[in-house]
């Protein structure tokens, strides 16, 4: 949407009085973008975190007061310094935030927003959190009855540490082939916990290697000889007392990683390990003294479906932490692009801001641009997840396949993008970006792993895949299917002929991205049937030969049109008329971005017309320079604490240099000759 020329003047001499204030001059080129820009930063704080900015602030109040939770990310610390450090942590934000059931079960976002916060801090700390609180804890809060709310106090008070215990060494993504078994035993009224063979220990648990004294473990359940599918049980690990390991239970620790060594990930084996009948987490199934196996839910699928709705709340807080990384990234470059100063026109014997440079901005903003268009999204989603939580839970909701395949894909695309942007961004802040006190290291190390649990990527967005093509089918067959984010969902009809609405403004984009989806949709399907006739009706085949080119591209497509309209329309709910016409832009370079990076579904149904590659790349030139001056500003609206935040480069003060090289001249053995020095005179 492109302003008018009075809201261009209005621009222009709001960033003239911002510049040129001779009552507080610009003391460097940081303060002068960051006078130049015309949005207001309490709205864009509102738009961006909403109504959970009260408890982020909360969160950060904890972490930036207390001295003890010190940033040791940025020194050389030892694996066991590392584990020790974010269990500290840990403790000690458990003690201060002093959490309780009624909290706890009064706003289900709070873990992934205490996630995302700890994220900034410490991906450690806000990992392992994670494990206790969204999975261990969340398990038996969304999977238990009354009869286990004493062990849910004790874990929300810290009195145990938790761990999750799903995967295992040989099974990890194909949750329904685990191989530990939960035999009953109506004797003693107690469940038999049994790994059958070395591969089917659990593998790369989170803080069971050495702190966890609980586990969800799951299970093949198994009573009077009959295996009654995957079930989640409540296992003790070790003695609270003294953290020994229980009888028939090894634990032991799967070694060094290639990130997040302050969370000691284990593996565990069972040997016989009896634990009482009510330890089965039994809100979808359960099974009597005797013996008896039951379920008010019948459709074994479904009730698989439900038991795993629990990751969902991981993978919601994994989105959230992912798009945490990526602003503190994006802060760090901004500030870094608008401090550091490189070559300059022949004329001038002043260096140029690197920001300045057209290459440096089509390399910065467009992730500026994509952290907004996900962040925002974020908080309708955890208003979602909050209002919705009962009726997922009810065995007629037909809310449940929707909703998971859309945290499926969110999970997938936040943590592919993400990865990707920090992987980019790290080269932009040069030399100083390879430095460990820049913070990219640990977080680009720290971010992979994102792409792989919860599901790896490419396997949870086929459950999208299948939810699209389902809901294809159903429209197919005349018949509009219930959703609440596939209001644009159309039949091959309905697109045959189609063209792309002139310009790029906000509603034609949207319209692009709306057909980009659709029309990936019907080529799945149309792919799907031929497959299937290829290989004479085997749908397993069929399913799989489709994946390598639509998977992917199709569900992310779907994601895309769910973020477009969740954006405009918190944009279009915004007053302050600078503003919003930043805010626009920032939609516009993002939608973009996002057409540009694969149009030849577009192209090859000939709905974008010849001149789209040229006149897109002219808008997305035009939209880089003109969002340049609103960078600093924008960012620093949304900002982490300085202090939290841990990098050099991120400092608002323009004094750069000083502070790396403060940390590099304070850094052990800086000035020390090496103990081997004589070796080198051999």
């Known amino acids: 949407m492109e302003s008018s020329a009075k809201d261009r003047l209005q621009l222009l001499s709001n960033q003239l009085r911002g510049s040129l204030n001779p009552e507080n001059p610009p003391k460097s080129y940081l303060d002068l973008l960051k006078a130049r820009s015309t949005v207001n930063s309490n709205v864009i704080r509102d738009c961006f975190f909403g109504r959970y ?37 840990i403790k000690k934000i458990a003690r201060e935030l002093n959490l309780n059931l009624d909290e706890y079960k009064k706003d289900p976002a709070f873990p992934a927003i205490l996630g995302e916060t700890l994220c900034v801090f410490d991906a450690n700390v806000a990992v ?33 540490m938790g761990c999750f215990a799903l995967s295992e060494l040989e099974h990890g993504s194909n949750v329904r082939g685990i191989e530990t078994t939960a035999t009953y035993d109506p004797a003693s009224r107690e469940f038999i916990i049994n790994t059958p063979k070395e591969t089917a220990m659990k593998f790369w648990i989170g803080g069971a290697a050495q702190t966890a004294t609980m586990s969800i473990v799951w299970a093949q359940l198994i009573t009077a000889g009959k295996c009654h599918g995957v079930h989640a049980f409540i296992v003790p690990l070790r003695n609270k007392r003294d953290f020994t390991v229980f009888p028939g239970i090894t634990i032991g620790d799967c070694g060094p990683k290639v990130g997040l060594n302050g969370i000691d990930n284990g593996f565990i084996t069972f040997n016989n390990v009896r634990i009482p009948r009510i330890n089965l987490l039994n809100r979808f199934s359960g099974v009597s003294e005797s013996g008896e196996f039951s379920s008010p839910i019948k459709n074994d699928d479904k009730r698989f479906g439900m038991c795993l709705f629990t990751l969902s709340s991981g993978r919601l807080t994994i989105s959230a932490g992912t798009l945490a990384l990526l602003r503190m990234a994006l802060t760090i470059s901004t500030r870094f692009a608008a401090n550091r100063k490189q070559f300059g026109p022949p004329d001038s014997k002043e260096e140029t801001a690197i920001i300045d440079y057209p290459l440096t901005q089509a390399r910065l903003l467009p992730h500026l641009a994509a952290l907004f268009a996900y962040a925002t999204t974020l908080n309708p989603i955890l208003d979602l997840w909050t209002s919705s939580r009962e009726q997922l839970y009810d065995k007629k909701s037909t809310l449940l396949p929707e909703i998971h395949a859309l945290f499926c894909v969110m999970k997938a695309q936040n943590s592919w993008y993400v990865h990707k942007a920090l992987v980019e961004l790290r080269p932009l802040c040069g030399g100083l970006g390879y430095s460990t006190f820049s913070r990219f290291g640990s977080m680009i190390g720290d971010s992979d792993v994102n792409q792989t649990y919860e599901g790896d990527n490419y396997v949870i967005v086929q459950q999208t895949l299948k939810f699209l093509l389902d809901k294809h089918r159903q429209l ?5 299917p219930e959703s609440i984010t596939l209001e644009y969902l159309r039949t091959e009809e309905q697109l045959f ?5 002139e310009g790029f403004s906000m509603a034609s984009l949207k319209s692009i991205l709306e057909f980009k989806s659709n029309i990936l949709i019907v080529l799945a399907a149309r792919e799907l049937a031929k497959a299937l006739s290829n290989y004479e009706g085997n749908v397993y085949e069929a399913w799989q030969a489709i994946q390598p080119h639509f998977g992917r591209e199709t569900a992310v497509a779907y994601y895309h049109v769910f973020v477009a309209n969740k954006f405009a329309s918190l944009i279009e709910g915004i007053s302050d008329r600078s503003t919003k016409i930043v805010m626009t832009k920032l939609f516009e370079l993002w939608a973009l ?17 010849k001149t789209f590659p040229s006149a897109s790349l002219t808008r997305f030139n035009e939209l880089c320079a003109e969002l340049k001056n609103e960078a600093v500003g924008l960012i620093n609206a949304i900002a982490d604490p300085e202090e939290l935040i841990g990098s050099p480069l991120a400092t608002t003060t323009g004094d750069m240099y000083q502070k790396f090289l403060g940390l590099v001249r304070s850094f052990p053995g800086a000035f020390e ?10």
Not at 497 to 501: K, N
Not at 593 to 609: G, N, T
Not at 673 to 682: A, G, I
Request: cysteine-free.
């Open 593 to 609: 971005s996002a057409i540009r990076e694969d149009f030849s579904a577009l192209v090859e149904v000939e709905y974008l017309p």
């Open 128 to 160: 392992k959190t994670g494990v206790h609180l969204v999975l261990y804890t969340g398990a038996i809060a969304s999977m238990g009855t009354a009869r286990h709310s004493h062990f849910l106090k004790a874990a929300l008070n810290f009195e145990d």
């Open 673 to 682: 000759r090496p103990p081997w020095w004589q070796e080198l005179r051999q």
């Open 497 to 501: 002929g189609a063209r792309a609405p």
């Open 476 to 480: 197919t067959a005349g018949t509009r």
């Open 53 to 89: 900015a009260a408890l982020r602030d909360r969160i950060f109040k904890l972490l930036v007061s207390d001295p003890n939770l010190r940033h040791w990310t940025q020194f050389d610390s030892i694996r066991r310094e590392q584990r020790y450090n974010t269990t500290m942590a």
